[in-house]
């Protein structure tokens, strides 16, 4: 499985924006699904963003749509969540995840079979 490290997770001020990445190992990139989940402490990982193997096409949570925004760039091998209008209810550790299971919409985390060790977000109010 290929490894995946999350980055950029850290404390800002409501409204504020944050960007994170992830960053792939191996040389099948471009053969994965890549989406975006979070976890609050006692609460189930949820969906929060997906992106296409080519980044063609995207889907978001309707908790996150139309403030966050998630890309790739295959020659690097790296998945990007660029967060703005942050909430507090936003405050989550964010977990990046590949798939290379054949899905018809990935928004399970059963769905992904590769997944990064999180990088926590707080939003303050």
């Known amino acids: 499985q290929a490894q995946l490290v999350e980055s950029g997770g850290g404390l800002v001020q409501a409204g504020g924006s944050l960007r994170l990445s992830c960053a792939a190992s191996g040389r099948t990139f471009s053969s994965y699904v890549m989406g975006w989940f979070r976890q609050t402490p006692g609460k189930e990982r949820s969906f929060v963003a997906r992106?296409?193997?080519?980044?063609?096409?995207?889907y978001y949570a309707d908790s996150v749509k139309g403030r966050f925004t998630i890309s790739r760039d295959n020659a690097k091998n790296t998945v990007y969540l660029q967060m703005n209008s942050l909430k507090p209810e936003d405050t989550a550790v964010y977990y990046c995840?590949?798939?290379?299971?054949?899905?018809?919409?990935?928004?399970?985390?059963?769905?992904?079979?590769?997944w990064g060790q999180g990088t926590q977000v707080i939003v303050s109010s």
């Open positions: 992106m296409s193997k080519s980044g063609g096409n995207t």
């Open positions: 995840a590949a798939s290379t299971y054949s899905r018809s919409t990935y928004y399970s985390k059963n769905d992904y079979n590769m």
